[in-house]
């Protein structure tokens, strides 16, 4: 008789974590463990082991949002634009008013049709024209700030701003709290 795997066994645990309250701390355990993994994978530059904790914990929870948000900006790294836009679509149909659908609907426009565009406020903080720089960031992000990366980037370079340092600090200590 075959042992179920690693992925059975996890999914079994979530799906009692709906049945019993006292299991669900225990799932929350496995979710971010998984979440964990494959950052840390990804931080190493091992995209591949990144991706399989990342479709482990998919297979169990095929609509927790931090995963299919880390599973896009994964694509989207790797140039995969059709996987990255198969997790946004299924990100935006299970979680519409989540902030992770923006940050990852950003993220993909950015990597494509707007790549050239922020290539240029790129170089432009580099070459220290942090106004020119913020303004197009203000075309490229009409909406607001944009979270993830690309807000790390955003209030960098709005704590360059002269008189609005407190800002863009406040902003990336916001970022910090919404992704411990």
């Known amino acids: 008789m075959r042992r179920p795997g690693r992925t059975a066994a996890l999914g079994l645990l979530l799906g009692l974590a709906a049945l019993v309250p006292g299991v669900l701390s225990a799932a929350d355990v496995a979710?971010?463990?998984l979440l964990t993994s494959a950052r840390a994978w990804q931080a190493h530059g091992r995209a591949d082991l990144a991706r399989a904790a990342l479709n482990k914990l998919l297979v169990a929870v095929p609509d927790q949002p931090e995963g299919l948000l880390q599973l896009g900006?994964?694509?989207l790294e790797a140039n995969q634009?059709?996987?990255a836009s198969s997790a946004l679509q299924r990100l935006r149909a299970s979680h519409p008013d989540d902030r992770r659908v923006r940050e990852?609907?950003?993220a993909q426009r950015i990597a494509t049709k707007d790549r050239l565009r922020?290539?240029?406020v790129r170089?432009?903080?580099q070459s220290g024209e942090i106004d020119a720089a913020m303004q197009g960031m203000r075309e490229l992000f009409p909406d607001g700030p944009p979270g993830g990366l690309l807000g790390i980037e955003?209030?960098?370079a709005l704590a360059r701003v002269d008189g609005r340092r407190d800002e863009g600090l406040a902003g990336l200590w916001r970022l910090a709290r919404e992704n411990p």
């Open 118 to 120: 922020m290539a240029n």
């Open 123 to 125: 170089r432009l903080l």
């Open 73 to 75: 900006l994964l694509e």
């Open 104 to 106: 990852l609907e950003d």
């Open 81 to 83: 634009t059709e996987a």
């Open 154 to 156: 955003y209030y960098r």
């Open 31 to 33: 979710v971010g463990e």
